[in-house]
């Protein structure tokens, strides 16, 4: 009795200390998390690495310049169409004079007072040649445009609020529309639409969570203790990922903040359903609710840390890639995974067994019931749950193995659709295998026809701002003239044949080279001056007919550099074009480079959790398989029914490592229940014993996964929407298609053989 009361004072402060820790992780990792935006960097050319062209150009290049610049430019335009008055002209110069004095708010002693101190000159108005429109040309500094303020916010982004309120102000009664464009301001309406990743993003994603689990459990209690978990999960993460991109340790964007955000959410009510689920079951045949935690950690966690460590591997696989932002996001998306598996395999057993015997009540109004029969029994404990609502009864699910038959028409006993299911499997193996194989390669057929090759700045967002209004009015008055040149830097005596070179070029429309006094004046004017020598090279800004931001530009400078290479080797090209093209190039290598290892990763964890070659293989067959037909299905809904204009190179870089690591947790629940029930009642049956005994709670997980994936699409970005549906589509392929008809009849049809070269040791049923 004592040693009894001993126990039950340990258990109790194992369980306030477990509480206690993830209580301070909450309260320190909340505010970190809120902090995360002020440790992103959004700038592209920041992720490419040191080796690229437009790199190396853009070292040198600041040699050629006193100060650097982002410009912001403002566009206006009459209301009601036709040239711009005198007076309007007049008025556009009175709101340019003022802008420098316009204060910044929430600016610290050390920060830009007003918006002049964070400028590199004063704003000037140019008239378009048709006389219809007019542009104000203000530069940032461009080392102190990222700069924190006191109030956390970035110089750019409050210069550019600051200058919109000013413009909306002053112009109200004129007359005239206006809109802030170029670097300056697409960059202040990029971290306006991460902004609710913080926010609405969190909101939507758990609200969707908590629905689907109300439904799942039908309980009102149980969903917030597993949405908690999460949260607390996210805290931890936040946490991690804020000391470390603060210290310069890795780099941290908008969309892997966004990721990393779903990435927890789903991992960690995924994990948690499954302990969920298998602690339920264990409530019926013991009376203590340690015991049962206990009896559902052990079974659970083989299958959820094999889970947890196929992501983790699969994302690391990212750090071999050529771009920052994909480097960064590898250890981003594995902290999250981590500290998803440490709350679901900590925190939730804790909050679960916290009213010690009215620990059932947290299932109200359907507690489990403590079954002596059953614990009589001595049912054999499954390493993945049963359904949480509707459990197969411990006789029900002998009748379902012993029912089954190797070569005969099989019928599964029990209740519920995924004993149908099974039952269908097995009667139908090879036809249901080879049809949804078929159906896979069939929507698989359309990936050649993904475009992937980048789009411009104006089509990444998916709601109207005022940067791409800005650029269109920009384009249609000003002819589109490039905010930011090509750049070449090249030995002094290539000058001449660079020249050339570059106006030879179609799509090129003007080459000058900087010279001592500036520029050469207006584009395509002659150099006043002798050139600008510095170390022996020269510069030479080149202009292009389409705008910097295109994918017409883009291929420009692709001609360029290679017009440029062949007349002088040694030459450099750089720019705002540049830089999306090396982006380009990187990640048609990190395709070429991470797919193969990601593969190879995840096929040795596999080998090792089932302890088999044959098995593994034809899982991840089925999983590539699954990829594919997403991404075709994908290309199809983008291309003909949503008609987005493109898709970024990194899209189905990151939608595969995300399916195939995360797809493939489907088929390890199901394949790890499947291998213990092999051993007991022979593969053929014990793949439609786990089938039928798994359904429910496998599919629950993956609908979690893909709405909160989904969630992802309430970000008015491209690249997120574009992500969103591949993964969630994905996602419902594997849970709905590959783990319930495609991999359970393939593994039925072959028998025994699935576990090749290795053998399973046969106990009686």
Not at 497 to 520: H, I, Y
Not at 686 to 695: N, P, Y
Not at 714 to 739: E, K, M, N
Request: hydrophobic fraction near 55%; glycine fraction near 10%.
């Amino acid at each position: 009795m004592l040693s009894n009361r001993w126990s039950g004072v340990l258990r109790g402060l194992v369980i306030v200390a477990v509480l206690g820790v993830w209580l301070a992780i909450g309260a320190i990792g909340g505010q970190a998390q809120g902090k995360l935006s002020t440790v992103q960097t959004n700038d592209s050319a920041a992720f490419l690495p040191s080796s690229a062209e437009s790199t190396r150009a853009a070292e040198k290049a600041q040699a050629f310049v006193s100060d650097e610049s982002l410009p912001a430019l403002v566009v206006a335009v009459p209301t009601a169409g036709g040239a711009v008055t005198p007076e309007q002209l007049q008025l556009l110069q009175d709101v340019a004079a003022d802008l420098p004095g316009l204060p910044l708010p929430g600016a610290g002693p050390d920060d830009p007072q007003t918006v002049g101190d964070a400028l590199t000159g004063e704003p000037v108005v140019v008239p378009s040649q048709d006389g219809e429109a007019a542009m104000i040309v203000a530069s940032l500094d461009a080392s102190q445009a990222s700069n924190l303020m006191a109030d956390d916010e970035r110089v750019n982004n409050v210069v550019v609020a600051e200058v919109r309120a000013e413009l909306e102000t002053a112009l109200a009664d004129s007359g005239l529309q206006a809109w802030v464009t170029g670097p300056a301001g697409f960059v202040a309406d990029l971290v306006n639409a991460f902004g609710g990743i913080d926010t609405v993003l969190l909101l939507v994603a758990l609200g969707a969570v908590l629905i689907i689990l109300a439904i799942v459990y039908r309980s009102p209690i149980l969903p917030f203790i597993v949405i908690l978990t999460a949260v607390f999960a996210l805290c931890l993460a936040g946490l991690v990922v804020y000391l470390l991109a603060d210290a310069g340790v890795l780099t941290l964007n908008g969309q892997a903040q966004g990721i990393l955000s779903i990435l927890v959410v789903g991992a960690a009510v995924d994990y948690s359903l499954l302990v969920v689920a298998r602690y339920r079951e264990e409530l019926r045949i013991v009376q203590s609710p340690y015991t049962a935690v206990r009896r559902a950690l052990r079974a659970s966690i083989e299958p959820v840390a094999a889970s947890a460590g196929t992501v983790i591997a699969g994302l690391l696989c990212l750090l071999l890639s050529d771009l920052g932002s994909n480097r960064s996001l590898g250890p981003v998306g594995a902290i999250g995974i981590a500290a998803a598996f440490l709350a679901a395999l900590t925190l939730l057993p804790a909050m679960l067994v916290l009213g010690g015997r009215r620990s059932r009540g947290i299932f109200w109004p359907q507690k489990p019931t403590y079954d002596p029969a059953a614990a009589d029994e001595g049912a054999t404990p499954a390493p993945v749950a049963a359904d949480p609502s509707t459990q197969v009864a411990g006789e029900g699910a002998r009748d379902l193995a012993l029912a089954a038959s190797h070569d005969v028409e099989v019928h599964v006993a029990g209740h519920g659709i995924w004993s149908r299911v099974a039952s269908f499997v097995g009667r139908r193996d090879r036809a249901v295998w080879i049809v949804t194989a078929l159906v896979l390669a069939g929507c698989a057929a359309f990936v050649p026809t993904f475009q992937a090759e980048g789009t411009s700045d104006s089509d990444v967002f998916l709601t109207q701002v005022d940067s791409v209004d800005g650029e269109q009015a920009l384009e249609e008055h000003f002819g589109g003239v490039g905010v930011q040149p090509a750049i070449v830097i090249a030995p002094q005596e290539d000058l001449d044949a660079v020249l050339q070179a570059a106006t030879a070029t179609d799509g090129v429309a003007s080459a000058a080279a900087v010279t001592e006094a500036g520029t050469g004046g207006a584009p395509g004017a002659p150099a006043q001056g002798p050139p600008l020598v510095v170390d022996g090279d020269v510069r030479v800004d080149v202009v292009t007919e389409d705008p910097s931001d295109t994918n017409a530009a883009t291929q420009t400078v692709a001609a360029l550099r290679d017009a440029v290479h062949e007349v002088s080797p040694e030459a450099l090209v750089g720019g705002a074009s540049a830089e999306r093209l090396d982006t380009q190039i990187a990640g048609d290598h990190d395709l070429r480079v991470i797919v193969p290892v990601v593969l190879v990763v995840i096929l040795l964890i596999l080998m090792l959790l089932l302890r088999s070659i044959l098995a593994p293989v034809l899982l991840m067959a089925a999983n590539v398989l699954s990829f594919g037909a997403a991404l075709g299905v994908a290309a199809l809904v983008f291309n003909h029914v949503l008609d987005f204009p493109g898709a970024d190179p990194t899209v189905p870089l990151y939608a595969f490592c995300f399916l195939v690591a995360l797809g493939v947790d489907y088929s390890i629940f199901l394949m790890t229940r499947v291998r213990e029930e092999s051993g007991i009642i022979g593969t053929r049956r014990g793949t439609l014993r786990a089938l039928a005994v798994t359904g429910s709670v496998i599919t629950s997980a993956g609908v979690v996964l893909a709405a909160t994936f989904a969630a992802l699409g309430v970000i008015p970005l491209l690249f997120l929407a574009q992500l969103a549906f591949i993964v969630a589509f994905g996602v419902l392929v594997d849970t709905l298609i590959v783990r319930s008809l495609l991999v359970p009849a393939l593994v039925h049809d072959v028998g025994r053989v699935v576990w090749w070269p290795g053998s399973l040791r046969r106990a009686a049923p």
